[in-house]
């Protein structure tokens, strides 16, 4: 329990650095921290330790209202990317917006630009353990991303989504209210 008072005072250190930091939240150890002024983060935002956080150039990260984020988690933005309210995001966990250009023969992948790709996490959503969002990826709301996923596309709410590359196995009726199988063939 002293831990998260610790780490409540790091977020109120830290609060006038970001572009918005909600309170009561707070942040473990981070790893490395980069472009934070445009970093805004909601209220009960619970991060813990060993985050690399980096919103690059006018890239934008946003963190909805009660996101619970574990140990290990790295995510980079060029654009605007969201991560919605009420989502859990499990440890060594990789969220991105930017691709690296690599078809210049002969120059160097990271002197080459980045591609940008619209990338937004729904609200509820829960990410499992050493997921993979990459850039492009749209998760609908209460999405569940399966343990080591790889995920890229747009994903309808309430959609179970698990591998390498990622595919939906299950998604939730509302009419009939229950998780059903989706057939292999689609």
């Given at each position: 329990m002293i831990?998260?008072?610790l780490?409540?005072?790091?977020a109120?250190?830290?609060?006038?650095?970001?572009?918005?930091?909600g309170?009561?939240?707070y942040?473990?150890?981070?790893?490395?921290?980069a472009?934070?002024?445009?970093?805004?983060?909601?209220?009960?935002?619970?991060?813990?330790?060993?985050?690399?956080?980096?919103?690059?150039?006018?890239?934008?990260?946003?963190?909805g209202?009660?996101?619970?984020?574990?140990?290990g988690?790295?995510?980079?933005?060029?654009?605007?990317?969201?991560?919605?309210?009420?989502?859990?995001?499990a440890?060594n966990v990789?969220?991105?917006?930017?691709?690296?250009?690599?078809?210049?023969?002969?120059?160097?992948?990271?002197?080459?630009?980045y591609?940008?790709?619209?990338?937004?996490?729904?609200?509820n959503?829960?990410?499992?353990?050493?997921?993979?969002?990459?850039?492009?990826?749209?998760?609908?709301?209460?999405?569940?991303?399966?343990a080591?996923?790889?995920?890229?596309g747009?994903?309808?709410p309430?959609?179970?989504?698990?591998?390498?590359p990622g595919?939906?196995i299950?998604?939730?009726?509302?009419?009939?209210?229950i998780?059903e199988?989706?057939?292999?063939?689609?």
């Amino acid at each position: 329990m002293i831990y998260k008072i610790l780490w409540a005072i790091r977020a109120i250190l830290y609060k006038p650095f970001f572009g918005k930091l909600g309170m009561p939240s707070y942040i473990g150890k981070p790893i490395y921290l980069a472009g934070v002024r445009n970093v805004f983060i909601g209220k009960r935002v619970r991060i813990f330790p060993h985050i690399r956080m980096e919103a690059i150039g006018k890239g934008t990260i946003t963190l909805g209202n009660n996101t619970a984020i574990s140990q290990g988690f790295h995510v980079t933005a060029a654009g605007n990317l969201v991560i919605g309210e009420g989502t859990t995001i499990a440890g060594n966990v990789f969220v991105t917006d930017i691709d690296h250009e690599y078809r210049n023969i002969g120059t160097h992948v990271l002197d080459q630009p980045y591609i940008t790709s619209p990338t937004s996490i729904g609200k509820n959503c829960l990410i499992g353990f050493g997921a993979c969002i990459q850039a492009g990826t749209i998760l609908g709301e209460q999405c569940i991303v399966g343990a080591n996923s790889v995920v890229r596309g747009t994903y309808s709410p309430y959609s179970v989504i698990v591998g390498v590359p990622g595919r939906v196995i299950k998604r939730y009726n509302c009419e009939k209210k229950i998780w059903e199988k989706i057939n292999d063939k689609n």
